[in-house]
């Protein structure tokens, strides 16, 4: 739903005078998390009123409640765990459930550049998103960064969510149970902390699964399934986000390619090339120039 505030907990009033409340959470330089919902014992209407799409791309998470959406002909009941798109220049219709709880909702919204990368794909994205064991996952990790004082890249779980978007069609029919679920979460979590904390290290397939208490077998299936890419690639990656910071520090190409783990300096420029759009030689330190992640966007 389309929203405009200024302040955490401000009671707003769209278009149609349906009030709802929201609440910033969090918010880099290109990805903004925001929760909505509606105050207590206000009447919401049950017939359907038009919202012009918001400037920006968003990924909405129903967290509890019931509403339905309206798109040209097609209507959807939504309920809690559904996730829907808001895309810019579409206008949608929104009503309420009479007698159901009124939904609350995350909003995930992209701005800056990597909004401009997404414009062009994210009409090839359908409106509301099929449930996926990937999906899932993901919306058990930004369960995650809300109730987890850590740091965790806003930005990069918000890129997953697209890509796992644009992928539906790559994930299984068959879900995973609810307990089943967060058992390989925690497990795949445990498995990319170890990689994450230092991705230099040689960290083979058994040694993972092992560390995890998984068979090779399926710690590799499940990994893939839920992360996107496979351990070995998801490891490289890790790698060349290190190598990145490096080079911004001013280490030469060649001291960066076997600190991070590469045994081959062809292989990691080509890597490097591949991954962020341009070759390491050509990345300037951080004091003068940045470069945006690409990692998990649209192609």
């Known amino acids: 739903m389309t929203v405009r505030s200024t302040a955490a907990d401000q009671c707003c009033v769209s278009l149609n005078v349906e009030p709802f409340r929201v609440q910033p959470i969090r918010e880099t330089s290109c990805v903004s998390l925001v929760r909505f919902d509606h ?14 799409a918001a400037e920006n791309f968003r990924v909405n998470i129903v967290e509890r409640g019931w509403f339905r959406l309206k798109y040209g002909r097609r209507e959807w009941t939504l309920g809690a765990g559904s996730m829907f798109l808001s895309r810019p220049t579409e206008v949608y219709g929104y009503s309420h459930v009479k007698y159901a709880e009124p939904d609350s909702c995350l909003r995930v919204e992209f701005s800056g550049p990597i909004a401009d990368q997404l414009r062009r794909s994210v009409f090839r994205l359908p409106l509301v998103l099929p449930t996926t064991n990937r999906l899932s996952f993901l919306r058990l990790r930004l369960s995650s960064l809300l109730s ?23 994930d299984p029919r068959r879900l995973y149970r609810s307990e089943q679920l967060r058992w390989y ?27 995890v208490g998984m068979s090779v077998f399926l710690f ?21 986000d290190r190598a990145r910071d490096l080079l911004r520090s001013g ?3 060649t001291d960066v390619c076997y600190a991070v783990g590469f045994n081959n300096l062809s292989h990691f420029i080509n890597s490097f090339r591949t991954h962020f759009g341009l070759s390491p030689s050509k990345l300037k330190p951080l004091s003068s120039t940045a470069v945006a ?5 649209i192609q």
Request: proline share 9%; net charge negative.
């Open 220 to 240: 590799a299936r499940v990994f893939r399934e839920l992360v996107g890419v496979p351990p070995h690639r998801y490891l490289v990656h890790r790698r060349l």
């Open 39 to 52: 105050p207590p014992g206000i009447p919401l209407p049950t017939t359907y009123s038009s919202h012009d």
């Open 293 to 297: 992640p690409r990692e998990s966007m």
């Open 185 to 211: 979460a925690e497990r795949v979590g445990a498995a990319r902390e170890l990689m994450d904390c230092d991705p230099t290290t040689n960290h083979s397939l058994g040694h993972l699964s092992s560390h």
């Open 251 to 253: 280490m030469s190409v």
């Open 148 to 170: 987890n004082a850590a740091e965790m890249s806003l930005d990069a779980l918000a890129c997953e969510l697209v890509d796992a978007a644009a992928n539906t069609e790559h």
